[in-house]
Each structure stands twice: as structure tokens, then as C-alpha cells.
T-cell receptor, first 116, second 114 residues
Framework: KAGVTQTPRYLIKTRGQQVTLSCSPISGHRSVSWYQQTPGQGLQFLFEYFSETQRNKGNFPGRFSGRQFSNSRSEMNVSTLELGDSALYLC???????????????FGPGTRLTVL | KNQVEQSPQSLIILEGKNCTLQCNYTVSPFSNLRWYKQDTGRGPVSLTIMTFSENTKSNGRYTATLDADTKQSSLHITASQLSDSASYICVVSSTSGGSYIPTFGRGTSLIVHP
């Protein structure tokens, strides 16, 4: 079974631009979560989508948005990029969703975003 | 404010030795606690997940414990191997009003020397 895939793997943008990242979950997984990882803040939760609906959201500004399609693939968009948005963006998928859910979460390799 | 503190920040051990990593949390209301292993340049890999009622969970040479009263968890690695060199991350999820937020620790960087 193929794992979680993320595209592109590396991306360089300049301040003020916008960017869209893509995530394809494991087949049969309906939940996709997005995370930001930086050396300064570590891993932080962005949001989770399940069946095309945003179920949970972390404490990030509205410049960070996402969506999920009917095939469970998900995209994350960051508008008006800032230098501080440089990070590794990880997505993860699992069968179910929610805080009490015990399904194993599988992470993709991440997209390395550099903002100049 | 929900927080997860991990110790030590880094650890160096010799191959074949055991080690224990610590995770203290102030997350409420508690939902579950997960341990992940993250190799450099790769996404985290799930090791264990524990809920409030579980004290111990094993996954091969990895054994996690949870003390919900003291809000502490530990990850014990037995007979370490070179491939155990990685960052180990503790994640505690809280659930409130139908939504949940996972709070991540900063991780413990483990280096296993031959």
C-alpha cells in the first residue's frame, strides 16, 4: 500500500507570494491533518479535514487555509507569505478523526518551504 | 495553556544500552498521548498511543508508560540499535466541545554510538 505523498518536496518563494501544497493520503484514509515544523517552535498543528470538512483547527492566522476533495486528497494554501513561514510542512492521514480516535496516523515526507 | 515538556533535550548512548525518555504534560482535558520517532529529513512514525486508562504500551523494543495522576509519560528503549538514532516526540491531545488540539513536545534527540 502506498504511503502518504506530498508535492512538491521543496519550494522556494518570496515574501508576499502565495503557495499551495498538496497531500495524497493512504488509500482508505478519510482524515488528513497538516502540521508546521520549525527549529524554533517544533511541530504545531494547523488543521484537520475529514470527509471534505474542516474538523479541527490550530492557532494559526487566516493566511493558512486548506481544503479536502472527495477523493480525500488535501491542499494547504498560505497567502501573503512571510519569512517566518519557512518551515517543513507535514501532512498525515488516518482512517478516522477526532481527539478520541486511536487510529495510527501516518505522516508524509513533508514539503520544505523556504521564503526569501 | 497546554504544554508538553520533554527531557532530556538530547541523549547519547552506546549501542546495546537501554535508555528512558521523559514527557511531562499540563494538557486538559486529556484525550490521549502518542510517541513518535522522527528520523532526520523524514516524517514522524507512530510508536505508541495510550489513553487515560492505559499504563503501559509496547511496540517491539519500545515501551511507553503513562501516569495520568502525575501527568507523566516515559518511553523506554531496550537494547538500543544504531537505527534508533532519531528525534522522539511526545504528543498529548486534549478534547473539548467536539474539537481537539494535539500539543507537541520539542522532542528528545537520541544518538546511538557503536
Amino acid at each position: 500500500k502506498a504511503g502518504v505523498t506530498q508535492t512538491p518536496r521543496y519550494l522556494i518563494k518570496t515574501r508576499g507570494q502565495q503557495v499551495t501544497l498538496s497531500c495524497s493520503p493512504i488509500s482508505g484514509h478519510r482524515s488528513v491533518s497538516w502540521y508546521q515544523q520549525t527549529p524554533g517552535q517544533g511541530l504545531q498543528f494547523l488543521f484537520e479535514y475529514f470527509s471534505e470538512t474542516q474538523r479541527n483547527k490550530g492557532n494559526f492566522p487566516g493566511r493558512f487555509s486548506g481544503r479536502q476533495f472527495s477523493n480525500s486528497r488535501s491542499e494547504m494554501n498560505v497567502s501573503t507569505l512571510e519569512l517566518g513561514d519557512s518551515a517543513l510542512y507535514l501532512c498525515a492521514s488516518r482512517v478516522g478523526s477526532g481527539g478520541h480516535n486511536r487510529d495510527t496516523q501516518y505522516f508524509g515526507p513533508g514539503t520544505r518551504l523556504t521564503v526569501l | 495553556k497546554n504544554q508538553v515538556e520533554q527531557s532530556p533535550q538530547s541523549l547519547i548512548i552506546l549501542e546495546g544500552k537501554n535508555c528512558t525518555l521523559q514527557c511531562n504534560y499540563t494538557v486538559s482535558p486529556f484525550s490521549n498521548l502518542r510517541w513518535y520517532k522522527q528520523d532526520t529529513g523524514r516524517g514522524p512514525v507512530s510508536l505508541t498511543i495510550m489513553t487515560f486508562s492505559e499504563n503501559t504500551k509496547s511496540n517491539g523494543r519500545y515501551t511507553a508508560t503513562l501516569d495520568a495522576d502525575t501527568k507523566q509519560s516515559s518511553l523506554h528503549i531496550t537494547a538500543s540499535q544504531l537505527s534508533d538514532s532519531a528525534s522522539y516526540i511526545c504528543v498529548v491531545s486534549s478534547t473539548s466541545g467536539g474539537s481537539y488540539i494535539p500539543t507537541f513536545g520539542r522532542g528528545t534527540s537520541l544518538i546511538v554510538h557503536p
